[in-house]
């Protein structure tokens, strides 16, 4: 199974929205609504930030927000923190009962 | 408060074994399935594997590359879940961390601290 692709790196400026895509194929992110995304700060474990596409776990900022279309879902963040600077990373459930993750993406607050 | 705690990491030899483990507190164990995830030094996260509860019979999916060297298993009365590998590679050097999973909901909704397991000679 190949990891989802996503962009290396992706930059903002306080205030800005920004948007990182993650694709895969009909066997895993086009096929199922399980998709998630997840943060990560320099030296942290993983926090989730969206399940199913588009829901916001209890605590996550409104500011977070995911879609979905055909083989590609996107993790938008809008008003920019200096917080969010961090890695963020997609994941999907896949047609082999297993998971994948994307590749990773470098958020730069400016 | 939900706390999974990763232990049992260290430095071992390629071809080795190794087992960890993750205890979990502040939720009911079985009720959820549980995942290994892990993260070589500098690179992103790759998904090692799951079992899920007792409910959905407590069977285990894995990663290709990881498939037949690791085994996931896990025990409802003591709350941990276990990460046995063997014959370990150089490449399965990593912080590992075991995540609460939903069941048949696939994402990882609480991390462990991780443990970092460095396979060399």
């Known amino acids: 199974q190949s990891a989802l692709t996503q962009p290396a790196s992706v930059s903002g400026s306080p205030g800005q929205s920004i948007t990182i895509s993650c694709t895969g194929t009909?066997?895993?992110?086009?096929?199922?609504?399980?998709v998630s995304w997840y943060q990560q700060h320099p030296g942290k474990a993983p926090k989730l930030m969206i399940y199913?596409?588009?829901n916001r776990p209890s605590g996550v900022s409104n500011r977070f927000s995911g879609s979905k279309s055909g083989n590609t879902a996107s993790l938008t963040i809008s008003g920019l923190q200096a917080e969010d600077e961090a890695d963020y990373y997609c994941?999907?459930?896949?047609?082999?009962?297993?998971?994948?993750f994307g590749g990773g993406t470098k958020l730069t607050v400016l | 408060e939900v706390q999974l705690v990763e232990s049992g990491g260290g430095l071992v030899q390629p071809g080795r074994s190794l087992r960890l483990s993750c205890t979990a507190s502040?939720?009911?164990?079985?009720?959820?399935?549980m995942s290994w995830v892990r993260q070589a030094p500098g690179k992103g996260l790759e998904w090692v594997g799951f079992?899920?509860?007792?409910?959905?019979?407590?069977?285990?999916e894995y990663a290709a590359s990881v498939k037949g060297r690791f085994t996931i298993s896990r025990d409802d009365s003591k709350s941990i879940a276990y990460l046995q590998m063997n014959s370990l590679k150089t490449e399965d050097t990593a912080v590992y961390y075991c995540?609460?999973?939903?069941?048949?909901?696939?994402?990882?909704?609480?991390w462990g601290q991780g443990t970092l397991v460095t396979v060399s000679s």
């Open positions: 199913d596409v588009s």
């Open positions: 502040g939720f009911t164990f079985g009720d959820y399935a």
């Open positions: 009909s066997s895993d992110v086009g096929g199922y609504n399980y």
């Open positions: 995540t609460r999973d939903q069941d048949e909901r696939y994402y990882f909704d609480y």
């Open positions: 994941s999907s459930y896949t047609s082999s009962s297993t998971q994948v």
């Open positions: 079992i899920r509860s007792k409910a959905y019979g407590g069977t285990t």
